[in-house]
């Protein structure tokens, strides 16, 4: 493909999107690949590299996305998301969709048959499965998690040899509790948040290529470390101690 008509890669479309230096780019789920973005226009979006429309329709974009997401999009729109960007679907079928509301931005986007959802708002930019796995372990008013012994599949996904089946499973929760965890992130003790990225990042270092995963990253294993890295952030988090938001 000539250099010129290629589309913006994952991670140099979120910087752009969310205002980012190329230098902090992360990629989608995993934060390691770092790239120089595109020109970003006035309106903060970047400007598109080669052939990509925006039309601002939805329902162009919904069937780029993965299927087990698809049924979020939907339900974020009747929730009352305002649609805020949609373009493409282009080559290697590259789309975006980014919704708001209140305040909170929900960007889906979609290359190659695979689609990264991000939670952004005052600058932070959360991948999904991240803050699922957060929302899920904090407490819902009684002092119980909102999701008792919840396996966070998404995460999972990231570290286990059965990649694709716990992707599935991760976007499936996704999409069951993504409409509360948007609510939820409106006010959310990002430090949670911090501590399952700063759990993923320890696993990054010490794993193996996901081709030849050692026999210690089971998802049994994976689930085990990030309840115990929840456990021990909430520990000194619990109701009435202070927040690092």
């Known amino acids: 493909m000539n250099e010129t008509n290629r589309p913006p890669s994952l991670g140099q479309r979120i910087a752009a999107w969310v205002g980012l230096s190329p230098a902090s780019s992360t990629r989608a789920g995993s934060g390691g690949t770092r790239a120089t973005g595109p020109r970003v226009a006035s309106t903060g979006f970047p400007e598109p590299v080669g052939p990509a429309p925006r039309h601002n329709d939805p329902e162009l974009v919904i069937p780029t996305i993965e299927a087990e997401l698809q049924p979020l999009a939907r339900e974020l729109l009747g929730a009352g998301f305002a649609v805020i960007e949609a373009w493409g679907p282009v ?17 889906f986007d979609a290359e190659r048959g695979m689609t990264s959802a991000h939670l952004i708002r005052d600058g932070r930019n959360i991948w999904l499965g991240a803050a699922v796995a957060a929302w899920a372990r904090s407490s819902n008013g009684d002092g119980e998690p909102n999701v008792p012994g919840f396996t966070p599949w998404s995460l999972i996904s ?8 716990n992707r599935k499973a991760g976007a499936q929760q996704e999409t069951r509790y993504g409409l509360a965890v948007c609510a939820w992130f409106a006010n959310a003790d990002l430090g949670a948040i911090d501590a399952v990225e700063a759990e ?9 290529s996901i081709a030849r995963p050692t026999p210690e990253e089971t998802a049994e294993v994976v689930a085990a470390r990030y309840a115990d890295a929840l456990d021990r952030y909430f520990a000194g988090h619990g109701p009435g101690a202070p927040s690092d938001r």
Do not use: I, N
Not at 94 to 101: M, S, V, W
Not at 200 to 208: F, G, Q, Y
């Open 200 to 208: 993923r990042r320890a696993l990054d270092a010490s794993s193996r």
């Open 91 to 107: 080559q290697m079928a590259c789309a975006g969709l980014l919704l708001e509301r209140d305040g909170t931005q929900v960007l």
């Open 158 to 165: 990231l570290f286990t040899w059965e990649q694709r089946e």
